[in-house]
């Protein structure tokens, strides 16, 4: 089995096209650095914040988070040498801060990113970037507008492995790729409670009212904050926009597609009862027409059976090639009435560690160069798109047919008003 190391890999190969995160690295100096402000200082951030705070040519100025001990904590990472806010737009107008990380829940990427960009600071901004396809394209054109580098943090992109397999599918090592499937799996039964905050009374740490943002109101709920807020629609969209958002990004990449033609969605939560919306299972098809060059792509989400299925498999007509943070394997395929192979076996090892470090300075590096990042917000949002298409014709039970030139279903009404979703006064989508 022929062995890819990383020395072959960094002296060989620029993935895809796009320049791998690797080659952006350079020596700074004490003139170079980026002054940043991390808006959302939950468990996500407290796994990127280190790794920001770790490059020497950063500077903290400032942290916020609505509920006190996350704004607390994030601040002792910096020694206390930054001011703490409630509020991000307090955040904001701090002229000195070059960039901001936004690692809050999905419904509130869309606002902190625009507001960024048009107060000139650029923009770091976890997965998936957006909750809806229109606040998605809100923020491509914020960027664009204010021109600001904003990078979504699908760090996958930045691995080695993963670029040099996006590499090999792209120039035909395993032959035509006319099938994908993607997926997650776990046992999560019977369902999930609170972590965090166990208490039902609203505790005078947490500002309920500006969590909830410009999402409906409900009555405080600890089930709905931190983690769990994935299991509701209007915050987040499940496992579809958790890992579909990783999985799905490295199958549109390799397929050098923008979206899909149609999509069909069938799912539901069936079994887990624990007061959460989004399917415990769900099978989801996209159609990605081209002629001979079309390809299927799926994806599998299961709540309530760990037995793994397949997390990431490009299917080609010389071999398969199956990948994941821990590296790729290929085999072979054997073709009919032939006794070789086409191709011989393959495997790279990865480090999802090292790919979260990467991504982050990829994105430290082009603040500078003002280069496009590797996950730059336009595949980000394309990426985001392809969840939310799953996720609506999931809801609907059917399948869909889109355009994505105008980003909108084709005489679809009821699901072109899924694209958008209205939002609670006084907070606004510009």
């Known amino acids: 089995m022929k062995q ?17 995160a690797l ?28 790794i920001f705070l770790k490059n020497s040519d950063v500077a903290p100025v400032a942290v916020c988070d609505v509920y006190q001990p996350y704004l607390n904590r994030a601040a002792a990472a910096c020694q206390g040498k930054v001011t703490a806010h409630e509020d991000f737009r307090r955040l904001l107008e701090i002229k000195e801060i070059d960039a901001v990380i936004v690692s809050t829940p999905d ?23 957006s909750l809806t396809v229109v606040e998605g394209r809100k923020m491509v054109e914020a960027a664009r507008k204010h021109d600001r580098v904003v990078q979504t943090g699908s760090q996958q992109r930045s691995g080695p492995h993963y670029q040099q ?50 999402a409906p109101y409900v009555p405080y709920d600890p089930f709905r904050c931190h983690y769990h807020f994935r299991w509701f629609w209007d915050y987040s969209g499940g496992q579809m926009t958790n890992w579909g958002a990783h999985n799905l990004d490295i199958a549109r990449w390799a397929l050098n597609a923008k979206s899909p033609k149609a999509v069909s969605g ?14 415990d299972v769900q099978e989801v098809l996209y159609d990605f027409a081209s002629g001979e060059t079309g390809c299927v792509v799926s994806w599998s989400g299961r709540e309530v059976n760990r037995t793994r299925d397949e997390y990431l498999v490009f299917h080609g007509t010389k ?32 480090n999802g560690n090292e790919a979260q470090a990467l991504h982050i300075r990829n994105f430290l590096d082009c603040v500078k160069s003002r280069q496009r990042p590797i996950a730059d917000v336009e595949e980000g949002h394309l990426t985001a798109v392809m969840c939310h298409l799953g996720n609506i014709a999931t809801r609907l039970q059917r399948s869909l047919k889109w355009d994505g030139e105008k980003e909108d279903f084709i005489g679809d009404k009821e699901a072109s008003r899924m694209l958008s979703r209205p939002y609670r006064k006084p907070w606004r989508l510009e």
């Open 319 to 350: 071999g398969t090639l199956s990948i994941m943070r821990n590296g790729f394997s290929i085999a072979p395929e054997t073709w009919r009435k032939k006794e070789t192979p086409e191709m011989e076996p393959m495997q790279m090892k990865g």
């Open 165 to 214: 397999a996006v590499k090999l599918i792209r120039e035909g090592a395993i032959g035509p790729v006319h099938k994908i499937s993607a997926g997650y799996t776990r046992n999560a039964m019977p369902g999930f409670k609170p972590e965090e905050i166990l208490t039902r009374e609203l505790p005078k740490e947490l500002n309920w009212d500006m969590w909830l943002g410009p």
């Open 266 to 279: 069938f799912g539901g939560r069936y079994e887990i009862k624990d007061g959460g919306q989004t399917p």
């Open 4 to 20: 890819i190391s990383r020395r072959d890999f960094t002296r060989t190969t620029v993935a895809a096209g796009a320049g791998t």
């Open 23 to 50: 080659s952006r690295m350079r020596i700074l100096g004490a003139n170079d650095r980026v002054n940043i402000g991390a808006i959302g200082c939950g468990d996500r951030a407290m796994q990127t914040w280190p």
């Open 107 to 129: 419904h509130w990427h869309a606002l902190p990113t625009i507001m960024a960009c048009q107060a000139g600071k650029d923009v770091y901004c976890e997965k998936p970037l």
